[in-house]
């Protein structure tokens, strides 16, 4: 089993960033892909992005350019960097990770319980 647990979410004015961190311990040496989702209220969760064990990244359109995810393996951490936030990236967070290199809904074997951000106009 592995255990996935963020931190780093809080309030932020437009235009401002903050830095989500995720620390998975347990089980981890099965894990390839790790990155993050979200969820708006009202709204189903999305894929924002991606980093395999290997370091290829994937990005979601609306984040491109502004987002950033990294990974240290040493310290078996996902962040992800966010910058020139707007109000619409304002939800829940939610790191994921799986076994394989994809991480579509139905590849995460498992989530965090998510850290909500803010974001105001």
């Known amino acids: 089993q592995v255990q996935l647990v963020e931190s780093g979410g809080g309030l932020v004015q437009a235009g401002g960033s903050l830095r989500l961190s995720c620390a998975a311990s347990g089980s981890i040496f099965n894990i390839n892909a790790m990155g993050w989702y979200r969820q708006a209220p009202g709204k189903q969760r999305e894929s924002v992005a991606r980093?395999?064990?290997?370091?290829?990244?994937n990005y979601a359109d609306s984040v491109k350019g502004r987002f950033t995810i990294s990974r240290d393996n040493a310290k078996n951490t996902v962040y992800l960097q966010m910058s020139s936030l707007k109000p619409e990236d304002t939800a829940s967070y939610y790191c994921?990770?799986?076994?394989?290199?994809?991480?579509?809904?139905?590849?995460?074997?498992?989530w965090g319980k998510g850290t909500l951000v803010t974001v105001s106009s």
């Open positions: 980093i395999t064990s290997g370091g290829s990244t």
């Open positions: 994921a990770a799986a076994r394989e290199a994809r991480l579509c809904p139905t590849c995460v074997d498992y």
